[in-house]
């Protein structure tokens, strides 16, 4: 089997002829080169010093490193589909807890004029007057801190349930607002952009390397 010489450390490696215009590997020193571009090793390496150098010697192909420039059109892209839905979200979430608190206040007077006219006919007005109360919270945390993250590009897990959150924005506050299907476009826009694979592995990018970089 021929042998070459690393341009580096000046060891004889052997590379069989299938793998001479191949990029390949030093095992000592880690230099990558072509071993048709470099002359001949002058003597055969002894094998008896390196038992194991068969494991290091084969070939590998180069794998694609890094490229900055798709990088950053991948993390522009990203931001740019992601910033629509996630603005709307959190704008949805901070209507629909008002909407939520407000009728809260509203079944509870509609509670108390019940009682006072001795219709007995309040318990319903009183518990969807708790039940709004409940949900304001709880509704707007998860779809202000969940759009946040969206255009952030920094937790696909909020991002995708404030999405959820907003397809079902309709049950909450149909009683609410004559308008509560809006958040239902918010919630399916959401949804389609975190499926989009640009988005996902950004998120999958900014998670490994923190947030700092990318948070708006």
């Given at each position: ?51 194991y150098a068969d494991d290091y010697d084969r070939p590998r192909r180069r794998r694609r490193g890094p490229d900055p420039e798709r990088d950053e059109w991948e993390r522009q892209e990203a931001t740019r ?73 920094s937790s696909y897990g909020w991002a995708m349930t404030a999405s959820v959150v907003g397809l079902t924005s309709f049950l909450l506050l149909c009683s609410m607002c004559f308008c509560a299907f809006v ?34």
């Amino acid at each position: 089997m021929p042998t070459v010489s690393c341009p580096s450390c000046a060891r004889a490696l052997e590379v069989d002829d299938a793998y001479r215009d191949w990029t390949v590997r030093c095992p000592h020193c880690a230099t990558e080169f072509v071993p048709a571009e470099v002359a001949p090793a002058p003597f055969e390496r002894d094998r008896r010093d390196d038992r194991y150098a068969d494991d290091y010697d084969r070939p590998r192909r180069r794998r694609r490193g890094p490229d900055p420039e798709r990088d950053e059109w991948e993390r522009q892209e990203a931001t740019r589909l992601a910033h629509g839905p996630g603005t709307w979200l959190e704008v949805s979430g901070w209507v629909g807890g008002l909407l939520l608190a407000g009728g809260a206040l509203y079944w509870f007077f509609a509670a108390a004029l019940q009682a006072n006219n001795r219709n007995g006919d309040e318990t319903g007005a009183v518990l969807f007057g708790v039940f709004s109360a409940l949900c304001v919270l709880p509704y707007t945390i998860v779809m202000v801190v969940g759009g946040r993250k969206m255009r952030a590009l920094s937790s696909y897990g909020w991002a995708m349930t404030a999405s959820v959150v907003g397809l079902t924005s309709f049950l909450l506050l149909c009683s609410m607002c004559f308008c509560a299907f809006v958040p239902v476009g918010f919630g399916i826009w959401g949804m389609v952009v975190l499926n989009n694979p640009v988005v996902s592995r950004a998120i999958d990018k900014n998670r490994n390397r923190g947030t700092r970089d990318w948070d708006d």
